[in-house]
């Protein structure tokens, strides 16, 4: 853990982040872990801080996820959400946002269906702002979950063998963690059916594979995306079942691998599409520890963008008056 | 107050409990009724626990009650709300609980359309699961504060005639009193159109009146159900002025008890239907110190499944720091 | 700051209210600004309160608006919306009321569709009442924030000359406004369409100005109403572009004054129709700052209601422990 790094107002992706900047998150993280494992899982870390939860996009899981990182550090919370109707009775989102200013918030999360919503927000306000998912574009923090997961059952994220399974052309999961995990140095590639790989993803250094086989005979962790259902609907795949046939993670699949695959999924799983539920109770499954390590990276996240100091974070984890 | 009670991880129903602990919830109640009354309305018992409520169909009423409850012994709480759509994205409810548990969660209240569902969750999560209401089956905390208002107003539960009037054949909360009065020696009974009495109710240790002049002549507590309003479109009833000219609860029938009959009702209260608002304001109605006891009973069940002792409850509700 | 003011229980408008109560209100509210402008924003004035935001209608920002207010005064809060559905099951407000009262809360915080509804409460029940907009009736913090935001600006109320522009007939603003401001000695006018303008409005101390030129012509303050935009289906305006044509703040417009106007919105704004962008954010808004004021106003108000002191606002601000 270098002690110069430094971090700007706000985390609206990894793409502009340096690997210092990765690493040091990853590393706070790891203190933050032991809090939600405690009786009483609360620091006064952001007590007396105003934290708006702004969700345009429903996502009980992330919302959930970010509230409970908010709470255990003592926060004030504020959920908005926007499911299905406008927020502010048809405001624009800078008006919502000065607005929360206004009211004087120290941090906004975020979730928007467009791209670059976050980054405009951020631009616009001087509160914190953290990407909890903008469109097609980015979506940090499980990135940075997912990195945290690979690191803590791998050993490390250098040189690993990271594929990437699914719907890559519309996943803001899969560019965080294209993004992140290159940075840091692991070989990432990516697998799908053509019409769901973007044109020219390579430049993203990453390499691509057409058939699943492939990716499970060269990979040692897969990352398989949720196939969005209306994918379908849209005609990029012709049916759940072809697309099962083809790309779903089956134990089957699994076992021609040369070696144990650790198996990701950002959640919630559709089971029986691309992922057989062999799979994601087995052995091999990391999920349920990604969402735990969700709650310590949205923690190290909102510690470290209030001014929390990376080497004190170990020293923050033990505070408990409040 | 015996030293040697113990509590399970979950409160899924009372037809599982033993005499022993179902007196010791309600002994427990009592000192926390008090918290209620104070200026400030707060006691740091569960302290850093977080809890979820898990609400499939809505419920304000019982939501708000658990949330004040939680508040007020200084947890930590989240909610999350189904009603119409899909949770998280279409999970299924134990992708959702492990998601929770995941997340490093102590409890979940939950209320769910599906018979079961309480139980099904508690199988299969470690942290404690508290029936807010599963379908048909049980509403276990409502059944308790009944049970605690008859007891503060009659002075006991043991020998006392309580008769449910209404629909007995889809009401968890029917279901929740019988087990649990009839646990604590009460003589109860039913009472309602024969198309709302579920078959061999009587192994259940009721009787069945078929007129409610009957169950009026024989009863000291009446606990009149909520008809819900769609059971007239499926036919069980023909008509909702049908319904309270034979089973709507007024004074001029209570008139001709042979005594003062305690009217109980668990809300929302659909007036001059199962009962007319002379009767639910009138002086014989605990409807509202049903709704304070309401508070009280999911204080000392959250406090018991916590792992609070018994004995200690009268202490514990005096500390104040936080 | 006089020492002999007293509160009611309930603020359910400005109309009976004292213009000592008011200024009171107004100067409370002077050291709660300074609390939001804190790193920790948090004072312990409210802990172990119980407050019930009750929206019967969507208002992210006044909702937002009360529950930082009630976080920073450290109480306990509980949302209720009811936003297109009954609330609790259909039941009426008064069954609502009194079970959330029998739940031992300690105020409540009322938006309902129908005017009148917060003093229906108010009446009905021991918690205090604050009406956060009913009806067409009031909107009393937003008369209190829109009249602490002149006061800072022009150094005080009495003689200044403040025009109401927009739907008059339809705006609780524009009430607690006149209320208000008259009351306070400022010279108040109205200016809108005449379909929007209700008779005999001359009563309440105020003149009428059909051209918004005349206005201008004539004010020190604007305050610009947002336009509902189902007005115009109902037929009260032919359109938003005339509207816009005839009534629209423009710098334009503005030029012409032979002053600067300080220019207020309640928000959300419709920027283009009532008012123009350049003059939203422009140097003579004050449209942020309102909704600053509007947490200090709310705390003020809880503050008074709960029963504090005027005279020590000032110390209570200062206490920081909990």
Not at 28 to 38: G, L
Not at 285 to 296: F, K
Request: charged residues 25%.
């Amino acid at each position: 853990m270098t002690k110069t790094v430094e971090f700007g107002k706000d985390l609206t992706g990894l793409e502009g982040l340096s690997v210092d900047q990765i690493s040091t998150i990853l590393d706070v993280a790891e203190p933050f872990k032991e809090i939600s494992e405690r009786p009483i899982k609360k620091v006064p870390v952001l007590r007396g801080k105003t934290i708006v939860n702004l969700f345009y996009e429903p996502s009980t899981r992330t919302r959930v996820s970010f509230e409970f990182a908010e709470k255990r550090l003592s926060a004030d919370t504020v959920n908005i959400s926007g499911s299905g109707s406008s927020i502010v009775k048809g405001e624009s989102l800078v008006d919502t946002a000065r607005n929360l200013e206004a009211m004087r918030i120290d941090m906004v999360v975020i979730r928007h269906g467009s791209s670059g919503a976050a980054r405009f927000l951020a631009d616009r306000i001087p509160s914190n702002v953290i990407n909890a998912g903008d469109g097609q574009h980015e979506h940090p923090t499980q990135g940075l979950l997912d990195m945290l997961t690979i690191r803590d059952h791998m050993g490390g994220i250098e040189g690993r063998r990271v594929c990437i399974v699914g719907d890559i052309l519309h996943s803001r999961v899969a560019r965080s963690n294209i993004y992140g995990l290159t940075k840091l140095g692991a070989d990432v590639a990516v697998c799908g059916p053509p019409t769901l790989i973007p044109h020219g993803i390579e430049e993203l250094g990453v390499q691509v594979f057409k058939r699943v086989e492939e990716a499970i005979e060269w990979a040692e962790v897969l990352n398989v995306l949720r196939l969005q259902l209306e994918r379908m609907k849209a005609g990029y795949i012709p049916s759940l079942r072809e697309y099962n046939r083809f790309f779903g993670i089956s134990v089957a699949r699994l076992e021609k691998a040369p070696r144990d695959i650790l198996i990701l999924h950002p959640g919630p799983m559709n089971r029986g599409v691309e992922i057989d539920s062999h799979v994601a109770d087995g052995p091999h499954s990391v999920i349920l520890r990604q969402v735990t390590n969700g709650v310590a990276i949205r923690m190290a996240v909102l510690y470290l963008l209030a001014g929390g100091s990376p080497e004190r974070a170990e020293a923050a984890k033990m505070e408990n008056r409040s």
